[in-house]
Structures are given as structure tokens and as C-alpha cells.
């Protein structure tokens, strides 16, 4: 007991560290808190637990554009525990970003982010938005076919931002093609700098949360006045208070033990992503896809009219940002609880079955060709030789059956043709085919004049079976 006593007494003396942890562990937390506020301290666990896993993988991936897909290979089918590392590391990113997305919106509708934490929302907005980056580049470091996908679409992205545009989209990929230079830049930024980012940012973050403390839950009527906000909370700890350690830390603890091993258990059931193809940047990809967290922006940038792509690819990040940021700056004051705050409740009812939304599209990923398209069958089109017949095998073979469908079978890029017959007149559809239109590709000169009469007499087919009148008696 004594010789403890003496060690933390020259513990204190060379650090000053134990009366600082002290404090700490004894300082008093606002009242009432309970589990809606253990999201925060769960985000440090899975955080820790990715550069953990990160360092594993770290031990056998190779970042060269020659060898990286190979060392994947190996730690996903030969390396021991290297799918279950792979799968930490995946879902453990997964946790991460789900996580950030529930404290955000509890930060948001309980109003936590005005005075005096203002400053507690900026630096998460900035944790956000690394960690987003860092997601994107751990998918650029798999280096498969949809990374490179990935990684044209940033640059892409960039090159539309006005004067630097251009310079932008070079220092992404590091020259004017992808390959080594590209893969040594993500893979820098993955595991260098936007770690190093990322860990500098949650300790200041943290820093503010003790320093400000963290918010009392919202009362309806109880408004935030500057002025006289801190000494009402500091009274309101010293009556109320419930002390952090261990009430509060025992709550997270438990918390961050289930993120941990939901984790776990995801990466041993389910196991890592599939490695796409290898990579091959003069292939384009049919099936490019990001994962999950990035389906919406995906299926956003898909589904927008060509006309307004190039704004809106600038402009979504650069508005979400600026609107995320300008938060505390627009409210910093008055009601803090959600049923006095419509128009925050009306700006999360509106955008969270959006971004669903966006999601499932991305997901069903609709305006990819599809070129496993199974054929149309003689059954369908209703004929086994003859005109109708050769100009059905005209649209199997040609590939119109990749972009549209007829009768279920084929993809959603285009319209669906199954009764286009009763749409379009013969020769509207000829305009369309020969000439293209915005999305369709040009047929004029890759038919042959029999081509195009047969297929014109197969879709001259696809009218719906109207019933005569009369009939129904
Ligand atoms: C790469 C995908 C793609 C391929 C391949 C393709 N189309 Fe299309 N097609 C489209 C798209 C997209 C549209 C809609 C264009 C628009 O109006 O914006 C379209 C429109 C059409 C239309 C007009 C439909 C309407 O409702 O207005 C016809 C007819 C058509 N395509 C027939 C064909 C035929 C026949 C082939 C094969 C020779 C073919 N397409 C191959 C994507 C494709």
C-alpha cells in the first residue's frame, strides 16, 4: 500500500500525468446521459481495432501496382488468419462509418453541438470527412478492377473543379495514367498521413469533450443562453452529477465490447469483400461498384442527367461540407430539444429516405449494362426461323439485350422494350437505332440493312395483346 502510494507519488512528480487522469476519472458527467451517448467512445474502440488490423495487413501487402492484387490474393486464401484480418479490417470500417452516422444525427437532433461546443461539431465534421477519405483510399489499396474504377471517378471528379481542375486530377493519380505512381500515393495516404490526420483530430475532439463536458439531455422550454449557460451546467453537475468513473465508462465499456465483437464475428462468419478482377486500366469495367457507404454517391452520379454530371460532381461534396460546417454557425443558441426544432427534424426526415434511397438504386445498380444477360428464348419471341427469329438473335447478339429489357429478361439500362411496338412507330424506332440518342449507342453502321429490317420486324412484335371489344361478355 505504501510502496504504491510512493509510486504514484514519483509518477506524479516526472509526469504530472495522475492528478490529470485523476481528474478525470473523478469528474462529474451530466445526469441522464445514458446509452443514447456511447457512440462517440465506441468510435475510438473501432478505431483502435482498424490500426490493428490495419498493422496486420500491413505486415504482407505489397503497395506496387505489380504485386499489390497478388498479396491480397495471398493473405485472403493462403496467409493463416488473413481473411479473418481482412474481414477486421472491412466491417471494422463498416462499424466505423455506421457508428459516425448515428452520433452524428444524435449530435444533431439533441441540439449538442451549440454553445459552447461548437467547436466539438467542427472538428467532427473534420473526422468525418477523413475518415470518408480513408474508406475511399482503403478501397483504391485493394487495387482489383473496381479500384481502379474508384479512382478514375475521383480524378474525374477533381478535373471538373474550375482552374486547378486539371492539376488536381494529375496529383490524385500521380501522372496522366494510373498505375505505380497512383497506388504509392493512396497507399501514403492510407496508412501515413490521414492516420496520422485522423489521430491528431480525435485527440483534439476528445480534448474538447472533457473540456466543455458532454451535453445534458435536451429538456423542451430549457434554452441555450451563453451567458449564463456554463455556471447553470456547472451547478447542474454538482447536484446531479453522476460520477464517470465507473458509471459512465462502464456504459461504454459494454457498448464498445459489443461493437468489438459484432466485428469480430462479421469478419469470421461473413469474411472480406471479394477481390474483384485484376486490375486492367485499359478494361473498362462492367460491373464497377464501391462499397456499401458509397452506393448513394454512386447511384447520385449515375442517375444525374449528363448535363448537370459535371456540377454536381464539384458541387455535392463542396455543398455538403459548407452545409455541415455552417451547422453551429446557423443555430448556436435557444432550443435544444428536437420536437422544438422542426426544421432540424424536417432536414433528417428528408435526407436519411434519401440517402436510402440513393443506396438501394446503388445497389440495384440499374444503369450498368448487363452483359450476363441471359438470351431471349424461342418461347419469348415467339418464333424459331424466319424474320421475327433472326432479328431477335440480331438483339442477343448486337448486345441490345445488355441495355434493355424484354419480358424480365436483360438490363435496365434503356427502356424497357417488351411492348415498345405500341410506343414507337417503325420508323421512329429506326431513327433510334441508327442514329443513337443520349446513352444509346450508334447502329447505323454497325448493321447490315438485313440486320436492321429483321430486328425492325422483331420489335414491330412487341405489342401488347390487346383485347377486342366485346370480348369480355
Ligand atoms: C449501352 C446501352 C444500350 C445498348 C447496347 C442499346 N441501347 Fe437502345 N437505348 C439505350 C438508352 C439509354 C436509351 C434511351 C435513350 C434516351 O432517350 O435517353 C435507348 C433507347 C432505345 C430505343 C427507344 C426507346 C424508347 O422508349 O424511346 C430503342 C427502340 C432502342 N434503344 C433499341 C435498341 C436496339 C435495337 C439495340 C441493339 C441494336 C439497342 N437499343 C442497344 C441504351 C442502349
Known amino acids: 500500500m505504501k510502496q504504491r502510494k510512493k509510486l504514484l507519488q514519483w509518477l506524479e512528480d516526472r509526469t504530472g500525468l495522475v492528478k490529470v487522469i485523476e481528474e478525470i476519472a473523478i469528474h462529474p458527467a451530466a445526469p441522464g446521459v445514458k446509452w443514447k451517448y456511447v457512440f462517440g467512445s465506441a468510435l475510438l474502440t473501432a478505431f483502435i481495432m482498424q490500426v490493428v488490423s490495419g498493422i496486420g495487413l500491413l505486415t504482407t501487402y505489397v503497395p506496387s501496382a505489380g504485386g499489390a492484387y497478388q498479396s491480397l490474393q495471398y ?210 469495367n462492367a460491373h464497377p461498384r464501391p462499397d456499401w457507404y458509397f452506393w448513394w454517391l454512386f447511384a447520385l452520379l449515375a442517375l444525374l442527367p449528363h448535363s448537370l454530371e459535371n456540377y454536381f460532381m464539384v458541387l455535392t461534396p463542396l455543398v455538403i461540407g459548407l ?56 418461347s419469348l419471341i415467339g418464333a424459331s426461323s424466319g424474320p421475327v427469329y433472326e432479328g431477335a438473335m440480331v438483339f442477343n447478339r448486337m448486345g441490345c439485350l445488355f441495355c434493355h429489357t424484354i419480358e424480365g429478361h436483360g438490363g435496365k439500362r434503356g427502356p424497357n422494350l417488351t411492348w415498345i411496338a405500341d410506343k414507337l412507330t417503325r420508323g421512329q424506332m429506326t431513327l433510334r437505332i441508327m442514329n443513337g440518342v443520349y446513352n444509346m449507342p450508334v447502329f447505323g453502321r454497325i448493321l447490315s440493312t438485313e440486320q436492321t429490317e429483321n430486328l425492325l420486324d422483331f420489335l414491330a412484335t412487341r405489342k401488347k395483346p390487346g383485347f377486342v371489344m366485346g370480348d369480355q361478355q
Open 323 to 378: 452545409v455541415l460546417f455552417s451547422v453551429p454557425l446557423v443555430s448556436n443558441r435557444g432550443e435544444r430539444h428536437p420536437a422544438r426544432r422542426p426544421l432540424a427534424v424536417a432536414v433528417v426526415v428528408f435526407l436519411l429516405p434519401a440517402i436510402a434511397a440513393l443506396t438501394v438504386a446503388g445497389w440495384h445498380e440499374n444503369w450498368s449494362p448487363r452483359i450476363d444477360a441471359a438470351p431471349l428464348t424461342a
Open 75 to 284: 493473405i485472403t486464401h493462403k496467409a493463416p488468419l488473413g481473411a479473418f484480418l481482412r474481414g477486421m479490417h472491412y466491417w471494422g470500417a463498416s462499424m466505423m462509418i455506421v457508428l459516425i452516422a448515428i452520433h452524428v444525427l444524435r449530435v444533431f437532433l439533441m441540439g449538442s453541438f451549440k454553445f459552447p461546443r461548437e467547436m466539438n461539431w467542427t472538428t467532427g465534421v473534420l473526422l468525418l470527412a477523413t475518415t470518408g477519405a480513408m474508406a475511399f483510399c482503403g478501397q483504391i489499396v485493394r487495387w482489383d478492377q473496381n479500384a481502379v474504377f474508384g479512382i478514375v471517378a475521383a480524378s474525374k471528379m477533381a478535373a471538373h473543379v474550375p482552374l486547378i481542375g486539371l492539376w488536381l486530377a494529375r496529383l490524385i493519380i500521380g501522372g496522366n495514367v494510373v498505375g505505380t505512381y497512383t497506388l504509392s500515393r493512396i497507399f501514403a495516404l492510407h496508412v501515413i498521413f490521414l492516420p496520422i490526420l485522423l489521430a491528431s483530430l480525435i485527440g483534439l475532439h476528445v480534448y474538447l469533450v472533457l473540456r466543455n463536458g458532454v451535453s445534458e439531455p435536451p429538456v423542451p422550454g430549457r434554452k441555450v443562453d451563453p451567458a449564463t449557460y456554463r455556471s447553470e451546467y456547472h451547478d447542474m453537475l454538482r447536484k446531479e452529477g453522476v460520477p464517470f468513473w465507473p458509471t459512465v465508462v462502464l456504459r461504454d465499456f459494454v457498448f464498445a465490447l459489443c461493437v468489438v465483437s459484432v466485428v469480430l464475428l462479421l469478419a469470421w462468419l461473413v469474411g472480406p469483400v471479394k477481390l474483384d478482377n485484376p486490375p486492367n486500366p485499359s478494361l473498362i
